[in-house]
């Protein structure tokens, strides 16, 4: 059998010509046994690649018994062992999807990038996103000696377009649905909360005293963070006063979860022909509004339970700040400081 690999000497250092792809490449060194058991290698792996997965396996196995053997299942149990309930359960779902199901019982040795790219191909763009966290899991626990897919190959994910909801969408809105949605969806525009934090606040979290609504984010259930914390304004208190006294705010929506209260949402703007709007909308158009007013940005933070900097004006990047005419705002400036002196 004619060899495809060949050795050749070029100067002091041995090189070698692969002669189906035309290519010659050096093989970093100046000993002849080395060069010629390298070379042999390559060729013995064209001729017996069965045998060389083989032999690959057994020394795996020396080192990790249990290497040979894990498959995509092993880390997708990995990827759903979550303290936070409620990721735990999204994580579920993700590795419900025909994607993941796809690699579930291959064997994490065995799977080629070929494999990882037809997974990602079945699924929407987030399997891009989490299928890269798993297997940097799996890489950084030991159970692929390499990157199946480097870094630089992975397809980048197109995220959709995140927007806030407008105040004439969010007028149509109420007009469409019963009290208790009514007094949801305005409280949403008055605090800016995630739906599920909105949705299972209680009177227990009204400081009627200090005027103070306060409540922790159940996103960061765990990290013992500050909770969210706002005045209660005029506007606001008009709808906690309309809420019950005692007990959850909305005693319905509160046994909703959180799939089935955007699933509502959905088939309401659909219906009312509103695009490219989800309860979370509400979130990005506090945190617009409140950069417009000019409200400082560790307070709106406060009020959002925002931890980062950079997740805050991520949401509030939309905003168009106008500038008030410079004349206007040095008068005022001197009208306070004369009526203060």
């Known amino acids: 059998m004619k060899n495809r690999f060949t050795l050749f000497r070029r100067g002091k250092v041995f090189y070698f010509e692969d002669r189906e792809a035309k290519l010659q490449k050096s093989l970093g060194t100046k000993n002849l046994d080395e060069a010629r058991k390298i070379v042999q290698a390559k060729n013995d792996a064209v001729h017996q690649p069965m045998m060389n997965l083989v032999m690959a396996k057994t020394f795996l196995a020396a080192q990790d018994p249990k290497m040979i053997t894990r498959t995509w299942a ?3 149990d990995r990827f759903v062992d979550r303290e936070n309930e409620a990721t735990a359960i999204r994580h579920e779902r993700v590795v419900r999807t025909k994607a993941m199901q796809f690699l579930k019982d291959k064997r994490l040795i065995e799977t080629t990038a070929d494999d990882l790219i037809s997974a990602m191909k079945i699924g929407p763009d987030s399997t891009i996103a989490f299928l890269q966290t798993m297997h940097n899991d799996a890489l950084g ?7 199946i ?8 994910m197109t995220k959709k377009a995140k ?19 009514r007094l949801y969806f305005q409280l949403l525009w008055f605090i800016g909360a995630a739906q599920t934090d909105a949705a299972n606040l209680t009177d227990a979290n009204i400081d009627w005293k200090n005027r103070v609504l306060r409540y922790d984010r159940q996103k960061l259930n765990g990290r013992h963070l500050p909770p969210a914390c706002l005045v209660i304004g005029k506007g606001l208190e008009i709808i906690l006063r309309q ?11 509160t046994k909703m979860d959180d799939r089935s209260r955007s699933c509502f949402m959905w088939k309401l703007c659909g219906r009312l022909g509103i695009e490219g709007v989800s309860l979370h909308s509400y979130r990005y158009s506090w ?5 417009v007013a000019g409200i400082p940005q560790r307070w709106a933070q406060a009020a959002l339970g925002h931890n980062s900097k950079a997740v805050h004006e991520a949401y ?7 500038c008030p005419a410079i004349d206007e705002a040095f008068s005022a400036q001197n009208a306070f400081a004369e009526k203060n002196i």
């Open 74 to 76: 092993d880390v997708f």
């Open 141 to 147: 626990m030991g159970w692929i000696p390499a990157a």
């Open 149 to 156: 897919l480097p870094r630089k190959l992975w397809p980048k």
């Open 163 to 181: 927007r806030a909801i407008t105040e004439a969408e969010h007028i149509t809105l109420m007009g469409a649905v019963d009290d208790e949605w």
């Open 243 to 253: 809420l019950p006294g005692t007990g959850p705010l909305f005693p319905t929506i």
């Open 287 to 291: 945190a617009e509004r409140a950069k």
């Open 316 to 322: 509030a990047r939309n905003a168009q700040v106008i």
